[in-house]
């Protein structure tokens, strides 16, 4: 005979052998649900990049995109009328100007074998370079989030997450560009894209969303 206290556990027993019948752990249940802390910065940005760059930031930069020569000329009067004239201050007054830029420029020079290779363009045919286009993948800068009206920063956690998007933005333009093959000396490029000054003096450093070289 058995004894009363063995009859819980046989009950269970009993019922863990239904189908239906399952054990989840309490941390297991929301296993599939996006920390809300840094943990989960890099699936947070990977999706608000997926859902905005090709539908926003692409057709913004190219709406609002200056001639590069127009924008030199501004520059050259003063960077915060050309600042008000042509870009993108979201911070405020004392952080950089950003600007959606478009030209045309031979390539005078150029690092293709650097991590952060580049290419310099003489945009005003005076034989020298004006024009740094960076082709990365290591690139300064997060022109292509600050010139887009796209992301506020009060959005985002803080300084740490919007920097992490101004990164993925910059790795999602440079995923759409072809840099030249072999030595591209001489030849002529047209380009599309962003740029961001903190001084009338700062080299034009442009991370291109479209890039043609001339072949």
């Known amino acids: ?58 057709p913004n930069i190219k709406s609002t995109a200056t001639d590069i020569s127009t924008l030199q000329k501004a ?5 915060d009328a050309a600042g008000d004239a042509y870009g993108v201050r979201p911070s405020g007054a004392g952080s950089s100007w950003n600007f959606a830029v478009t030209g045309k420029g031979k390539i005078v020079a150029h690092n293709l074998t650097s991590r952060a290779a580049t290419l310099d363009l003489d945009t005003n045919s005076d034989g020298q370079g004006d024009i740094i286009l960076q082709l990365g993948p290591v690139v300064k800068g997060s022109a292509l989030r ?14 740490i997450e919007f920097a992490k998007l101004g990164r993925a933005l910059n790795t999602a333009a440079l995923a759409g560009i072809t840099p030249p093959a072999g030595d591209p000396s001489g030849k002529t490029v047209t380009f599309v894209g962003a740029t961001s000054l903190r001084s009338a003096s700062d080299p034009i450093r442009v991370l291109p969303i479209e890039l043609e070289v001339a072949q």
């Open 1 to 58: 005979m058995l004894k009363p206290f063995f009859l819980p556990v046989c009950l269970v027993a009993a019922l863990c052998l239904l189908p239906a019948c399952k054990i989840v752990k309490t941390d297991q249940a929301s296993s599939d649900e996006t920390p809300a802390g840094p943990e989960g910065d890099e699936t947070r940005v990977s999706l608000i990049v997926e859902d905005s760059f090709a539908s926003n930031v692409i």
């Open 75 to 79: 520059v050259a009067k003063g960077l």
């Open 146 to 159: 600050d010139v887009s009206p796209t992301y506020v920063f009060t959005n985002f956690r803080d300084q």
